[in-house]
């Protein structure tokens, strides 16, 4: 059969399924929308600061990096922006990537390979192997690092999928395990829900059972913890070298890229090994010159990030003094649960009609039944902003949906 009709029936499959998924293209100024669905946490993404980060960088280095990271791709910018983000993170070392996916993909799959020969101390001294521990609620970009260490690995690699935010499971994971290395994988802000990580236990968890911990902390990075540091910071755990963190620059950082922030020993795997940062071209000049901008902006602003999180707690309030089901958590993400997709989907839609841009997940990113709106809340929220947001937020209480 033509391959392209094979395409065909698949796409009308999916669309039948209602699981077929469209592009919206917005304008500079969000179509005059109030944006309440994007990760500009911060509310950088227009700053003047940034931009001209970008444009000297261009001004500079020219538009692109030129080749990979071993080759031409790093620049004297580059290892500027590794040291500024450790330094601020208080981690002992950084290597940037072109995306926090990638970072992702390329830092378990990197570990996963290097501790898979046998080795170590104690009880499983000498044994080879490696358990993956990752959390039901991670993101794809995790779900997909451990699938493909699974595959690379073969039957060296085992990945044991744990409930949601459930330290006492990955105990009992780790505690039972045959393999000689384990690695304990965990957003540190769950991107749907926006539910913290327990930190602190996950990493006392995996300390006790020589495991490594890798959080990823693409929301909370600029966000949660002292001066938006993040997740770990606020736990105490990030200058621990068996904590191993990965950021997007992508947020709360306004622009493009992602790093890891490891041990020097991490590190160094990732430079010899790691197959998404060896095979790939180093992050644009403007994207550095924009991060180092956004970074000198989070440093010197400290309350930016805190102000991200109050004006979350007050969308969240409007949500639950409407009646909404708004689930607060201490993060920047808010999940307005509605129940069946399509009444999410027209939530959404009322969301729109009344001047706001909502986000909404639907099965398979959520358990059937909890469809929600996802909204984000920005350090630069304006009254005006809220008084929009609690008339679109009232339509959709009157409209019986949530
Ligand atoms: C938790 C999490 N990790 C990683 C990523 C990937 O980061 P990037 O967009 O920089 O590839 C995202 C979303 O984009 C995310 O939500």
């Known amino acids: 059969m033509d391959p392209l009709e094979l395409l065909r029936q698949a796409a009308a499959g999916r669309a039948a399924a209602g699981l077929s998924r469209r592009l919206t293209a917005r304008g500079p100024d969000h179509d005059g929308l109030v944006d309440l669905a994007s990760n500009d946490y911060l509310g950088l993404c227009g700053d003047e600061r940034l931009a001209a980060g970008a444009s000297e960088a261009i001004r500079k280095w020219g538009t692109g990096s030129t080749g990979s990271r071993l080759v031409t791709g790093t620049t004297t910018l580059h290892a500027e922006l590794e040291s500024q983000l450790a330094e601020f993170t208080d981690a002992p070392a950084a290597l940037v990537f072109s995306s926090g996916y990638l970072a992702?993909?390329?830092?378990?799959?990197?570990?996963?390979?290097?501790?898979?020969?046998?080795?170590?101390?104690?009880?499983?001294?000498?044994?080879?192997g490696v358990l993956v521990v990752s959390d039901a609620g991670n993101?794809?970009?995790?779900?997909?690092?451990?699938?493909?260490a699974r595959t690379?690995?073969?039957?060296?690699?085992?990945?044991?999928?744990?409930?949601?935010?459930?330290?006492?499971?990955?105990?009992?994971?780790?505690?039972s395990r045959e393999e000689g290395a384990a690695i304990v994988v965990s957003d540190a802000v769950f991107s749907v829900d926006g539910a913290l990580a327990p930190a602190g236990e996950l990493h006392a968890a995996a300390r006790e059972h020589g495991a490594l911990l890798v959080l990823d902390e693409a929301h909370a990075?600029?966000?949660?913890g002292p001066g938006g540091r993040g997740v770990a910071a606020a736990a105490q755990i990030a200058a621990e070298p068996d904590v191993i963190r990965t950021v997007t620059l992508s947020k709360a950082a306004a622009g493009q890229g992602g790093a890891v922030l490891a041990a020097p020993e991490v590190i160094t795997a990732l430079v010899d090994t790691g197959r998404g940062f060896i095979f790939d071209t180093g992050l644009a000049p403007p994207s550095v010159g924009a991060a180092l901008a956004a970074l000198q902006v989070i440093v010197t602003e400290p309350g930016l990030g805190a102000r991200a999180l109050a004006n979350t707690a007050r969308l969240a309030g409007l949500a639950a003094g409407l009646g909404l089901r708004a689930k607060p958590t201490g993060a920047a993400v808010l999940a307005i649960?509605?129940?069946?997709?399509?009444?999410?989907?027209?939530?959404?839609q009322?969301?729109?009609?009344?001047?706001?841009?909502?986000?909404?997940?639907r099965p398979p990113s959520v358990p059937a039944g909890q469809a929600c709106l996802r909204l984000t809340g920005r350090a630069d929220m304006t009254e005006g902003d809220f008084a929009v947001a609690a008339r679109a937020l009232a339509a959709v209480r009157e409209h019986s949906v949530g």
């Open 104 to 128: 992702n993909l390329t830092v378990i799959t990197a570990l996963a390979a290097g501790l898979g020969t046998p080795g170590g101390a104690g009880p499983l001294k000498g044994r080879g």
């Open 139 to 148: 993101h794809a970009s995790l779900i997909d690092a451990c699938r493909l």
């Open 221 to 224: 990075f600029g966000v949660i």
């Open 350 to 361: 009322i969301c729109a009609g009344h001047g706001v841009r909502a986000g909404c997940f």
């Open 337 to 348: 649960v509605i129940g069946e997709a399509g009444q999410a989907v027209r939530a959404q």
């Open 152 to 175: 690379q690995g073969g039957a060296g690699v085992r990945v044991a999928v744990t409930p949601h935010r459930d330290a006492g499971a990955v105990r009992r994971a780790l505690a």
